[in-house]
């Protein structure tokens, strides 16, 4: 049984957990004003809030339903744009109809629900921060710069926003319906009533493992639907960011916002914001997990990329056993791990950069954001009076897995930094790659780009040292 | 006023094809296509399938009642593969279960066996071996022979162009039922109800007027559901008739894009000749259109790529030539501009690639051979109402062309790494069906006893705000409020054998034929009035504001009880009008004529950045001035130059296609085939609005406004073009679109190996 509550209305349902969230809302409970563009999580029509509780507190945040799998609603709150209507129209909606930021109207509710999922969550909202709440949102009529001038009044309304008992402010205001301060002790009430029933939960039979499903959800739709899966959601020991030591660990099962968003993460990386910008979309970051990013194995998993540069490790549990492995030795070959399948990643480490490393993440795709990399890469360099100490180098999208690049980082090591010997570097890479011609490019491309995005980590991270007329 | 549908829009209650509640006992279709592009079916076992849970019956070809024929312009095309299978996805079985799922489920146990036969994706590979969808088309005027030998200045080459997948949000589908006396309803996401309607006659073997097709909206359509949201309402409609319980058949995205066609690809070769002045004396174009697998709209696009082959320039002496060829691909369609924008991007390219070697810029030859008044194009219409210089010129000097120009020069100066370029981009636009037939549109008004008013009409609503702006017509011709009005569904029962809404023509048809409705009421509600006041006569007799004025004065008459009076008195209070476009004509045999009713002009400038390291690029601005005419709508006008040209620049840009060998398609769903977001549209886009003279054959002295501003897109090619020569000034890059960032880098660094 999965309970939840969808706007205000109490749900306790058998159907299978794998039935996306998306299905059920529209088909089971006729709330049709959440559309279906692509189940894949690319469009955003079917954006949806959650509402979590966290500590006492509850945080809404935008996610695509046709990736979410029923399970994941378990003891939350899920606001569909009937939930959010009101006999009026909100100061989203009014803002979208007085800017003519709908025409076909298709797409306008998945945008309606992202901006009210900004309104409610953002703390400091700005006109840069409405228009990245609709990154994931696939506008084919507009241009959205009549979306975007929406936001722009809708940021003008939201001044007076009080960040104490802001739903308060959200009902007195015309941006949420009453309901809403209820649900906190609603949900408090249900996640009490349901904690019996998870105790019982049997592991047995598990076919699939399903956590933020942005990707299972993309590549086996049907199977998940009719397999018995365990998500992982709810698993709090698989979430949180700590540091222990010099190292900072982070559960398997957070979330790239939630990394995004960590005081931790951000502290050691000050590019994390625009560099995870780059990663898929809002909604899908609110759902897909760093470990989701390792095991799905993909040869250009953003996240993958950017940890292999900081050397990390993963801690692999299977019931009571837990073992390390660095992560660059988890990649056997295209999609093949060295894990077994109910081998979890529990948790990722690696080592707090000192302050003689330099860290950088380039990515280059079709469309700069909510798109797949033609060619990632990241550097993570540790370099004391211009002689680089140690490197580690890794890419995506140049090989079947996404790889830690050996020669390079070896080659680089002890080097002095000077163009010259970056050119040198640069052919070793070349190497050790094996791209292919696919839809993300040429191999030809593959190998230009990712030449050229080495370069650019060092252009970057030295700017005074090395000119790209050099390099170039 | 604003978009009419914008309130439901933005609380998720308009209903669209699958929010329409489904009734007892629907069964729910999916489409098993082929497997190949090219091959000869052998074998079709269909019995495991067929033995799925919740599988209620499958058909095939061999089940169709009537023709299996669907083909609009030329009956080349099959709703279900019969012996042959001519593309990837071609439709071949449709699996009716109870749920969706069980359907798709068991059209994977379908088991097809095939020959597999050589696959052409190629069209210059399919013109070679005379694989032509039809004879090719020249358009001629004055001797290009001639006129090239006494040309100073001569370029040839090539230029390619990509197809664009149109990516309505809302996928094709249809839900049908059977009415009685073996009738059929179907509601489908179409822009061509009609199309709909005969084809599904044609297939089911009984009359039209025993289907009744009904159109509410479209979550966005492009040109992508003038013909190809047929087979899918045909097929539900197969279903219903052949197990009497309603079908819904909504495609999944990854079968949307593989089974549709898309905007055609062109491959084409030009010649253009100067005299010492740069006036363009010469041009010699051969277009070869990538078809697909049947004809489809592909004539007609053809045609249009003719019509647009000299873009807004006037050129003496013209020989363009066009080639339909028949690929292994599916079936391409019509997209916003329809061919238009492919034609012009070749003349474009022929400027450009002349102004690269006489080392001048390309606005330099653009601005000296616009079209003037008076001037003559290829098909023989004559320019009326020419608005080429006036546009160039209001660009020019409102957003400050040669500023412009200064700061990108000195930005390129002061920056090795990032490069900024310009292009200027003029378009000029025939508003028509070029089928002179097509350009009729019928509109059916009633008036409710209470003063509520109905108008249906032939024009379907797909986020053009044709209903808008046909409320706008009825509520302005009558007098009264727009609350009063309810703009109905598109209905082929109500309004008969409509043309589609595509070419730009919808609001212009449809909004001229509620006007004559609406005034024929007016005219008797007038007479009425007459003797209901004892007036000698009705002039002196006006309707304003849902009163009844009378030589000026309000009389003691509201809207609601001269309607109420005038039912009383036996007045008809409903009125069918029928518009056909005055004074256009075509002769296909000597391909001349007049076949638009006017052009629409107008010029943008695109400024973008490239950054030089990684090839990837921003567009900073896109500064348009546009002829408007007398704008109906500013709102939705604005909406649609914003819309057309960022899925211009999409399609010059990040839109991408890609077909292997086999003619399979790579980029099959969102994640690879990427379509501008959020983010990578232009930084600023300036609309200044040009109250121009209009037409008097568009609606209120406005003028078209859908698909013109798609090809202001165009330039944003020429300006990364322009950009990446100011990187590589050495290195001349093909002409080939989309510019992806893997083209920009690797036209940045040609050297790299």
């Known amino acids: 049984m999965i309970r939840f509550i969808l706007n205000q209305q109490s749900i306790a349902t058998d159907l299978p957990a794998g039935l996306p969230l998306l299905d059920f809302v529209r088909y089971q409970q006729h709330l049709k004003g959440t559309k279906i563009g692509c189940r894949e999580g690319d469009c955003g029509a079917c954006t949806v809030l959650i509402g979590s509780l966290e500590n006492g507190q509850i945080n809404y945040r935008s996610v695509t339903s046709c990736l979410m799998p029923l399970a994941n609603a378990e003891g939350k709150h899920i606001v569909t744009v009937e939930g959010l209507n009101l006999a009026e129209l909100s100061p989203v909606q009014k803002a979208i109809v007085e800017e003519n930021g709908t025409q076909c109207g298709f797409c306008t509710v998945g945008f309606v629900v992202s901006l009210s999922g900004f309104c409610i969550s953002e703390k400091e909202p700005t006109h840069t921060k409405a228009l990245a709440a609709m990154d994931g949102n696939i506008c084919r009529c507009t241009g959205y710069k009549s979306l975007e001038r929406a936001a722009e009044k809708l940021v003008n309304n939201l001044k007076d926003k009080t960040s104490e008992n802001s739903l308060n402010w959200l009902v007195e205001n015309n941006f949420l319906p009453k309901y809403f301060p209820e649900i906190p002790a609603r949900l408090q009430a249900l996640q009490n009533e349901s904690a019996f029933e998870t105790l019982r939960n049997s592991e047995e039979k598990v076919e699939f493992y399903i956590s933020g499903g942005t990707d299972l959800m993309v590549q086996k739709p049907e199977a998940v639907q009719l397999a018995t899966i365990k998500t992982l959601t709810q698993e709090t020991t698989l979430k949180g960011i700590s540091q222990e030591g010099n190292r900072i660990l982070i559960g398997g099962g957070t979330t790239v916002e939630e990394m995004r968003q960590s005081p931790e993460m951000n502290a050691v990386f000050p590019n994390l914001f625009p560099h995870l910008k780059l990663v898929s979309s809002t909604q899908i970051r609110n759902m897909g997990t760093v470990a989701g990013n390792f095991a799905n194995a993909s040869p250009i998993g953003d996240l993958t990329i950017y940890f292999l540069a900081l050397n990390a490790t993963v801690f692999l549990r299977k019931g009571d056993v837990l073992r390390e492995l660095p992560l660059k030795e988890l990649y056997l070959g295209y999609k093949t791990l060295a894990k077994e399948k109910d081998e979890l990643i529990e948790k990722i480490a690696f080592e707090i950069p000192d302050s003689n490393t330099y860290f950088n993440f380039e990515k280059v795709s079709k469309r700069t954001h909510l798109d797949i990399a033609s060619v990632n890469s990241a550097l993570q360099l540790k370099v004391e009076n211009n002689i680089i100490s140690e490197a580690h180098a890794a890419g995506g999208g140049i090989g079947p897995i996404p790889q830690y690049f050996t020669k390079t980082s070896e080659f680089l090591k002890g080097k002095v930094m000077a163009a010259e010997m970056l050119k040198e570097a640069a052919e070793v890479l070349q190497s050790e790659i094996a791209p292919i011609s696919d839809a993300r490019g040429s191999a030809t491309y593959k190998r230009l780009l990712l030449r050229q995005l080495f370069f650019a980590h060092f252009l970057n991270l030295f700017p005074n040292t090395l000119t790209a007329e050099n390099l170039l | 006023m604003r978009n009419i549908d914008a309130f439901n829009h933005v609380r998720g209650e308009s209903v669209y094809l699958d929010d329409i509640p489904v009734r007892q006992g629907t069964l729910y279709a999916w489409v098993f296509g082929s497997p190949a592009a090219h091959g000869k079916i052998l074998n079709l076992d269909l019995s495991e399938a067929q033995n799925m849970p919740g599988i209620i019956r499958i058909i095939t070809a061999q089940d169709i009642p009537g023709e299996n024929q669907i083909g609009g312009i030329i009956p080349d095309e099959p709703l279900l593969a019969e012996g042959e299978v001519h593309f990837w996805g071609q439709p071949v079985a449709i699996v009716l279960a109870e749920t969706e799922l069980q359907a798709q489920l068991a059209s994977h146990k379908i088991k097809i066996d095939l020959v597999k036969l050589p696959v052409i994706t190629d069209p210059r590979e399919a013109q070679k071996t005379g694989k032509l969808i039809m004879p090719p088309r020249t358009f001629a005027l004055g001797n290009p022979t001639e006129a090239f030998a006494t040309c100073e200045y001569v370029f040839e080459g090539t230029a390619e162009s990509g197809g664009q997948e149109h990516l309505y949000i809302e996928t094709q589908g249809a839900y049908s039922y059977v009415k009685e006396n073996g009738s059929f309803y179907v509601a489908s996401s179409t822009q061509g109800p009609t199309a709909v309607q005969r084809h599904a006659a044609t297939v089911l073997g009984v009359g039209m007027a025993k289907i009744e097709v009904d159109v509410m909206r479209l979550g966005g359509g492009f040109g992508g559901k003038e013909d190809q949201a047929t087979p899918w309402a045909v097929m539900a409609l197969l279903g219903s008739a052949l197990t009497k319980r309603p079908v819904k058949l909504a495609l999944h995205r990854l079968e949307d894009m593989r089974m549709t066609g898309k905007r055609h690809p062109y491959s084409s070769d030009y010649k253009i000749g100067f005299d010492k002045d740069l006036k363009i004396q010469a041009y010699e174009v051969t277009f070869y259109q990538n078809a697909g697998a049947a004809a489809d709209l592909s004539p007609a696009v053809l045609e249009r790529t003719l019509f647009h082959a000299t873009n807004s320039y006037f050129v003496p002496n013209v020989r363009a030539t066009a080639f339909s060829c028949k690929t292994n691909l599916p079936p391409n369609t019509a997209f916003r501009g329809f061919g238009g924008p492919q034609g012009m991007f070749v003349i474009e390219t022929a400027l450009a690639h002349a102004a690269e070697k006489l080392g001048l810029e390309t606005t330099v030859l653009q601005e000296k051979n616009l079209l003037c008044e008076g001037d003559e194009f290829s098909y023989g219409q004559i320019t009326e109402g020419c608005e080429a210089r006036n546009c160039w010129e209001t660009a020019v000097a409102k957003f400050e062309l040669p500023k412009l120009r200064e700061e990108i020069t000195t930005f390129n100066q002061e920056n090795k790494f990032l490069k900024k370029g310009l292009a200027v981009m003029p378009i000029c636009f025939g508003i028509s069906f070029t089928k002179t037939a097509m350009n009729q549109a019928r509109a059916l008004v009633h008036i409710y006893t209470d003063g509520s008013v109905g108008v249906s009409t032939g024009a379907v609503e797909m986020g053009q705000a044709v209903n808008t702006k046909m409320m706008q017509v009825a509520a302005s011709v009558l007098g009264i409020d727009t609350a009063r009005i309810r703009i109905e569904t598109t209905n082929t029962t109500r309004v008969a054998n409509t043309s589609p809404s595509a070419a730009s023509a919808t609001a212009d048809l449809n909004g001229n034929a509620v006007k004559m409705a609406c005034e024929a009421l007016k005219e008797r509600l007038k007479a009425h009035i007459a003797i209901q006041l004892s007036l000698p006569e009705i002039t002196g007799i006006e309707l304003q504001n849902e009163q009844v004025i009378v030589n000026g004065k309000t009389v003691d008459l509201s809207w609601e009880k001269l309607i109420f009076s005038a039912y009383w008195s036996r007045i008809n209070l409903s009125e069918n009008a029928h518009y056909a476009t005055p004074e256009i004509h075509f002769n296909v045999e000597k391909e001349k004529g007049h076949p638009f009713a006017y052009h629409v002009y107008g010029t943008a400038i695109v400024t973008t950045t490239v950054d030089c390291l990684r090839g990837t690029y921003e567009f900073d601005s ?117 510019m992806t960032p893997e083209k920009v880098l690797l036209n940045l660094y040609p050297d790299f190996k």
């Open chain 2, 622 to 738: 896109v500064k348009i001035a546009h002829d408007f005419g007398s704008s109906m709508n500013t709102n939705v006008d604005l909406g649609q130059i914003e819309g057309g040209l960022v899925q211009g620049i999409g399609w010059m840009t990040m839109e991408e296609l890609l077909y292997n060998q086999e003619g399979r398609l790579l980029s099959n769903a969102l994640s690879t085939y990427k379509v501008p977001d959020i983010y990578s549209v232009p930084k600023e886009i300036d609309v200044h609005f040009m109250a121009t003279q209009g037409s008097k054959l568009a609606i209120f002295g406005s003028k078209a406004v859908g698909e013109p501003p798609l090809m202001y897109g165009i330039g944003a090619y020429f300006a990364l073009r322009n950009a990446i020569k100011a990187y590589r000034p050495d290195f001349e890059p093909v002409y080939s679109a989309p």
